[in-house]
Protein backbone atom coordinates (compact mmCIF):
# COMPACT_ATOMS: atom_id res chain seq x y z
CA UNK A 1 0.00 0.00 0.00
CA UNK A 2 1.56 3.56 -1.04
CA UNK A 3 1.21 6.33 0.81
CA UNK A 4 0.70 9.68 -0.85
CA UNK A 5 2.64 12.77 0.73
CA UNK A 6 -0.84 14.16 2.15
CA UNK A 7 -1.51 11.14 3.95
CA UNK A 8 2.29 11.00 5.30
CA UNK A 9 1.92 14.70 6.18
CA UNK A 10 -1.15 14.15 8.10
CA UNK A 11 1.25 11.54 9.73
CA UNK A 12 3.47 13.47 10.90
CA UNK A 13 1.09 16.44 12.13
CA UNK A 14 -0.20 13.68 13.85
CA UNK A 15 2.93 12.61 15.69
CA UNK A 16 3.62 16.35 15.80
CA UNK A 17 0.46 17.22 18.14
CA UNK A 18 0.85 13.98 20.36
CA UNK A 19 4.65 14.89 20.67
CA UNK A 20 3.06 18.57 21.77
CA UNK A 21 1.00 17.72 24.13
CA UNK A 22 2.99 15.18 25.63
CA UNK A 23 5.91 18.01 26.34
CA UNK A 24 2.99 20.80 27.31
CA UNK A 25 0.90 18.59 29.88
CA UNK A 26 2.16 18.19 33.18
CA UNK A 27 0.41 15.99 36.16
CA UNK A 28 1.76 17.68 39.38
CA UNK A 29 1.16 15.01 42.34
CA UNK A 30 -0.37 16.42 45.63
CA UNK A 31 2.03 17.80 48.43
CA UNK A 32 4.32 18.49 45.08
CA UNK A 33 4.70 22.01 43.60
CA UNK A 34 7.00 22.69 40.38
CA UNK A 35 9.14 25.60 38.96
CA UNK A 36 8.65 26.45 35.08
CA UNK A 37 11.88 28.01 33.77
CA UNK A 38 11.53 29.30 30.39
CA UNK A 39 14.75 29.70 28.56
CA UNK A 40 16.37 29.50 32.28
CA UNK A 41 14.11 32.08 33.94
CA UNK A 42 12.00 31.14 36.36
CA UNK A 43 8.29 32.22 35.11
CA UNK A 44 5.55 30.20 37.12
CA UNK A 45 5.01 27.88 39.80
CA UNK A 46 3.00 24.84 39.53
CA UNK A 47 0.22 23.74 41.66
CA UNK A 48 -1.24 19.84 42.28
CA UNK A 49 -3.50 18.74 39.05
CA UNK A 50 -3.47 19.09 35.54
CA UNK A 51 -0.77 21.93 34.25
CA UNK A 52 0.16 23.25 30.26
CA UNK A 53 2.99 24.65 29.66
CA UNK A 54 4.76 25.47 26.78
CA UNK A 55 5.93 22.80 24.64
CA UNK A 56 10.03 22.87 23.69
CA UNK A 57 10.27 26.51 25.43
CA UNK A 58 8.98 26.41 28.90
CA UNK A 59 10.15 23.04 31.46
CA UNK A 60 10.25 21.72 34.78
CA UNK A 61 12.68 23.53 37.18
CA UNK A 62 12.77 22.45 40.98
CA UNK A 63 10.71 19.92 41.95
CA UNK A 64 9.77 21.36 45.98
CA UNK A 65 8.48 18.97 48.37
CA UNK A 66 5.56 21.03 50.10
CA UNK A 67 4.76 18.91 53.44
CA UNK A 68 6.34 19.25 56.47
CA UNK A 69 9.76 17.55 56.47
CA UNK A 70 11.62 16.11 59.69
CA UNK A 71 15.35 16.87 59.27
CA UNK A 72 18.25 14.95 61.22
CA UNK A 73 20.70 17.11 63.72
CA UNK A 74 23.64 15.31 64.37
CA UNK A 75 25.62 14.82 67.63
CA UNK A 76 27.97 17.70 68.50
CA UNK A 77 29.75 18.74 71.35
CA UNK A 78 29.42 21.72 72.56
CA UNK A 79 30.92 24.25 75.98
CA UNK A 80 29.23 25.97 78.43
CA UNK A 81 29.19 29.28 80.03
CA UNK A 82 30.73 27.32 82.94
CA UNK A 83 32.95 25.86 80.09
CA UNK A 84 32.00 22.13 80.68
CA UNK A 85 31.54 19.99 77.81
CA UNK A 86 28.31 18.12 76.51
CA UNK A 87 26.97 16.00 73.50
CA UNK A 88 23.86 17.61 72.42
CA UNK A 89 21.99 16.38 69.27
CA UNK A 90 18.32 16.95 67.82
CA UNK A 91 15.67 17.26 65.46
CA UNK A 92 14.02 19.94 63.33
CA UNK A 93 11.00 19.96 61.44
CA UNK A 94 10.35 22.57 58.47
CA UNK A 95 7.79 23.38 56.19
CA UNK A 96 8.36 25.01 52.40
CA UNK A 97 5.91 27.63 52.14
CA UNK A 98 7.18 29.84 48.86
CA UNK A 99 8.69 26.88 46.09
CA UNK A 100 10.17 29.42 44.03
CA UNK A 101 12.18 31.11 46.69
CA UNK A 102 13.33 27.73 48.18
CA UNK A 103 14.73 26.51 44.84
CA UNK A 104 16.65 30.05 44.28
CA UNK A 105 17.34 32.01 47.28
CA UNK A 106 19.86 29.02 48.48
CA UNK A 107 21.26 25.88 47.59
CA UNK A 108 21.39 23.24 49.53
CA UNK A 109 18.30 23.82 51.42
CA UNK A 110 18.41 20.61 53.56
CA UNK A 111 22.24 21.32 54.23
CA UNK A 112 21.82 25.31 54.92
CA UNK A 113 18.70 24.27 57.56
CA UNK A 114 21.29 21.69 59.18
CA UNK A 115 24.17 23.92 59.39
CA UNK A 116 22.18 27.18 60.25
CA UNK A 117 20.63 24.53 63.21
CA UNK A 118 23.58 23.34 64.56
CA UNK A 119 25.23 26.73 64.59
CA UNK A 120 22.29 28.04 66.64
CA UNK A 121 22.83 25.45 69.31
CA UNK A 122 25.79 25.99 69.86
CA UNK A 123 25.41 29.48 70.18
CA UNK A 124 22.02 29.15 72.38
CA UNK A 125 23.10 26.81 74.62
CA UNK A 126 26.74 27.78 74.97
CA UNK A 127 25.58 31.04 76.68
CA UNK A 128 24.32 29.06 79.27
CA UNK A 129 25.60 27.62 82.31
CA UNK A 130 25.37 23.71 82.69
CA UNK A 131 22.65 23.56 85.43
CA UNK A 132 20.81 26.25 83.01
CA UNK A 133 21.15 23.66 79.81
CA UNK A 134 19.64 20.42 82.22
CA UNK A 135 16.99 22.53 83.36
CA UNK A 136 15.62 24.63 80.88
CA UNK A 137 15.18 22.55 78.00
CA UNK A 138 11.86 24.03 76.96
CA UNK A 139 13.20 27.52 76.89
CA UNK A 140 16.29 26.47 74.78
CA UNK A 141 13.62 25.02 72.33
CA UNK A 142 11.87 28.27 72.06
CA UNK A 143 14.41 30.24 71.39
CA UNK A 144 16.12 28.29 68.91
CA UNK A 145 12.73 27.62 67.04
CA UNK A 146 12.56 31.76 67.18
CA UNK A 147 16.08 32.47 66.07
CA UNK A 148 16.07 29.62 63.19
CA UNK A 149 12.47 30.53 61.93
CA UNK A 150 13.78 34.10 61.46
CA UNK A 151 17.25 33.00 59.81
CA UNK A 152 15.06 30.84 57.47
CA UNK A 153 12.07 33.11 56.94
CA UNK A 154 14.07 34.91 53.40
CA UNK A 155 14.26 31.14 51.78
CA UNK A 156 10.40 30.54 51.91
CA UNK A 157 10.63 28.08 54.98
CA UNK A 158 8.51 27.97 57.62
CA UNK A 159 10.81 26.39 60.81
CA UNK A 160 7.69 24.52 63.06
CA UNK A 161 9.61 22.92 65.46
CA UNK A 162 13.15 22.57 66.83
CA UNK A 163 13.52 19.54 69.38
CA UNK A 164 16.66 18.72 71.78
CA UNK A 165 16.81 15.43 71.83
CA UNK A 166 19.89 14.07 74.30
CA UNK A 167 22.35 16.47 76.22
CA UNK A 168 25.17 13.87 77.59
CA UNK A 169 27.54 15.50 79.37
CA UNK A 170 31.25 13.39 80.62
CA UNK A 171 30.84 10.63 82.93
CA UNK A 172 32.92 12.60 85.69
CA UNK A 173 30.77 15.56 85.55
CA UNK A 174 27.81 13.01 85.67
CA UNK A 175 29.63 11.21 89.00
CA UNK A 176 30.35 14.90 90.09
CA UNK A 177 26.42 15.49 89.46
CA UNK A 178 25.47 12.45 91.42
CA UNK A 179 27.36 13.15 94.52
CA UNK A 180 26.23 17.17 94.62
CA UNK A 181 22.43 15.67 94.44
CA UNK A 182 23.34 13.25 97.19
CA UNK A 183 24.41 15.80 99.49
CA UNK A 184 21.79 18.11 98.41
CA UNK A 185 19.17 16.06 99.51
CA UNK A 186 20.49 14.84 102.97
CA UNK A 187 20.54 18.39 103.16
CA UNK A 188 17.05 18.74 102.68
CA UNK A 189 16.61 15.73 104.86
CA UNK A 190 18.23 17.51 107.89
CA UNK A 191 16.57 20.60 107.57
CA UNK A 192 13.26 19.00 107.49
CA UNK A 193 14.42 17.11 110.32
CA UNK A 194 15.50 20.03 112.43
CA UNK A 195 12.25 21.70 111.84
CA UNK A 196 10.33 18.87 112.65
CA UNK A 197 12.21 18.21 116.12
CA UNK A 198 11.86 22.42 116.24
CA UNK A 199 8.07 22.13 115.92
CA UNK A 200 8.31 19.03 118.73
CA UNK A 201 9.70 21.59 121.24
CA UNK A 202 7.20 24.27 120.46
CA UNK A 203 4.39 22.53 120.81
CA UNK A 204 5.86 20.59 124.34
CA UNK A 205 6.58 24.04 125.75
CA UNK A 206 3.36 25.32 124.62
CA UNK A 207 2.03 21.65 126.02
CA UNK A 208 3.89 22.87 129.74
CA UNK A 209 2.43 26.45 129.87
CA UNK A 210 -0.46 24.87 128.90
CA UNK A 211 -0.17 22.99 132.39
CA UNK A 212 1.11 25.44 134.43
CA UNK A 213 -1.69 27.83 133.92
CA UNK A 214 -4.06 25.07 133.97
CA UNK A 215 -2.40 23.92 137.38
CA UNK A 216 -2.29 27.77 138.74
CA UNK A 217 -5.52 28.12 137.14
CA UNK A 218 -6.60 24.92 140.01
CA UNK A 219 -4.53 26.34 142.70
CA UNK A 220 -6.10 29.32 142.79
CA UNK A 221 -9.90 27.76 142.97
CA UNK A 222 -8.81 25.40 145.42
CA UNK A 223 -7.67 28.20 147.63
CA UNK A 224 -10.36 30.06 147.12
CA UNK A 225 -13.10 27.29 147.89
CA UNK A 226 -10.95 27.18 151.19
CA UNK A 227 -10.97 30.42 151.86
CA UNK A 228 -15.29 30.62 151.11
CA UNK A 229 -15.46 27.76 153.42
CA UNK A 230 -13.39 28.84 156.20
CA UNK A 231 -15.35 32.18 155.69
CA UNK A 232 -18.30 30.31 156.15
CA UNK A 233 -17.78 28.36 158.91
CA UNK A 234 -16.78 31.81 160.65
CA UNK A 235 -19.92 33.07 159.88
CA UNK A 236 -21.69 30.28 161.52
CA UNK A 237 -19.54 30.45 164.40
CA UNK A 238 -20.55 34.03 165.21
CA UNK A 239 -23.95 32.81 164.94
CA UNK A 240 -23.80 30.50 167.05
CA UNK A 241 -23.61 27.16 164.69
CA UNK A 242 -21.39 25.14 166.95
CA UNK A 243 -22.31 22.07 164.56
CA UNK A 244 -20.32 24.12 161.50
CA UNK A 245 -17.34 24.23 163.53
CA UNK A 246 -17.58 20.55 164.34
CA UNK A 247 -17.46 19.62 160.63
CA UNK A 248 -15.00 22.17 160.01
CA UNK A 249 -12.54 20.68 162.35
CA UNK A 250 -13.89 16.69 162.17
CA UNK A 251 -12.94 17.54 158.10
CA UNK A 252 -9.23 18.61 158.91
CA UNK A 253 -9.05 16.31 161.31
CA UNK A 254 -9.76 13.64 159.11
CA UNK A 255 -7.71 14.85 156.14
CA UNK A 256 -4.01 15.21 158.73
CA UNK A 257 -4.93 11.54 159.00
CA UNK A 258 -5.16 10.39 155.52
CA UNK A 259 -1.88 12.30 155.10
CA UNK A 260 0.04 10.86 157.95
CA UNK A 261 -1.14 7.01 156.67
CA UNK A 262 -0.44 7.25 153.34
CA UNK A 263 3.26 8.93 153.76
CA UNK A 264 6.02 6.30 152.97
CA UNK A 265 8.25 6.52 155.62
CA UNK A 266 8.43 4.53 158.87
CA UNK A 267 5.99 6.17 161.24
CA UNK A 268 4.36 5.63 165.47
CA UNK A 269 1.26 7.48 165.50
CA UNK A 270 -0.19 7.70 168.81
CA UNK A 271 -3.65 9.10 168.63
CA UNK A 272 -6.97 8.29 169.09
CA UNK A 273 -7.96 6.30 165.94
CA UNK A 274 -11.15 4.70 166.67
CA UNK A 275 -14.50 6.56 165.63
CA UNK A 276 -15.86 6.96 168.34
CA UNK A 277 -12.57 8.68 170.05
CA UNK A 278 -12.96 10.73 166.80
CA UNK A 279 -16.52 11.33 167.78
CA UNK A 280 -15.46 11.82 171.49
CA UNK A 281 -12.60 14.30 170.70
CA UNK A 282 -15.09 16.60 168.53
CA UNK A 283 -17.89 16.48 170.89
CA UNK A 284 -15.47 17.69 173.47
CA UNK A 285 -14.40 20.79 171.32
CA UNK A 286 -17.85 21.83 170.52
CA UNK A 287 -18.91 21.74 174.24
CA UNK A 288 -15.27 23.98 174.64
CA UNK A 289 -16.88 26.34 171.74
CA UNK A 290 -20.50 26.50 173.21
CA UNK A 291 -19.38 27.79 176.91
CA UNK A 292 -16.60 30.24 175.35
CA UNK A 293 -19.93 31.48 173.28
CA UNK A 294 -21.93 31.25 176.37
CA UNK A 295 -19.31 33.09 178.35
CA UNK A 296 -19.00 35.94 176.03
CA UNK A 297 -23.00 36.54 175.69
CA UNK A 298 -22.96 36.60 179.84
CA UNK A 299 -20.40 39.04 179.56
CA UNK A 300 -21.82 41.48 176.88
CA UNK A 301 -24.96 41.38 178.36
CA UNK A 302 -23.52 42.33 181.76
CA UNK A 303 -21.48 45.22 180.34
CA UNK A 304 -24.98 46.34 178.65
CA UNK A 305 -26.55 46.62 181.99
CA UNK A 306 -24.04 48.03 183.49
CA UNK A 307 -23.80 51.34 180.98
CA UNK A 308 -26.38 54.23 182.98
CA UNK A 309 -29.09 54.63 181.26
CA UNK A 310 -29.69 57.76 178.37
CA UNK A 311 -31.98 60.40 179.21
CA UNK A 312 -33.60 61.73 176.13
CA UNK A 313 -35.09 65.35 176.22
CA UNK A 314 -38.39 66.17 176.05
CA UNK A 315 -39.77 67.34 172.50
CA UNK A 316 -42.02 69.90 174.63
Not at 30 to 37: A, D, L
Not at 166 to 176: F, R
Not at 260 to 264: D, E, F, K, M, N
Given at each position: ???SGFDIAIMVLVALVVLVLFKGIRTIP????????RFGRYTKTLSPGLNLIV??????GAKMNMMEQVLDVPSQEIIT??????????????????????AYQVSGLQNAILNLTMTNIRTVMGSMDLDELLSNRDAINERLLRVVDEAAHPWGIKITRVEIK???????????MGRQMTAERNKRAQILAAEGLKQSQILEAEGRKEAAFRDAEA????????????????EAISKGDVQALNYFVAQKYTEALTR?????NSKVVLMPLEASSLIGTLGGIGEIAKEVFRNEGTAGAQRQAARPPVVRPSEN
Open positions: MSFQGYNYTVEPFIDRIRDNAIVGVDGIAFFQILNAAQADINPPANLIESRERSAEAEARATQVVSIGSAT
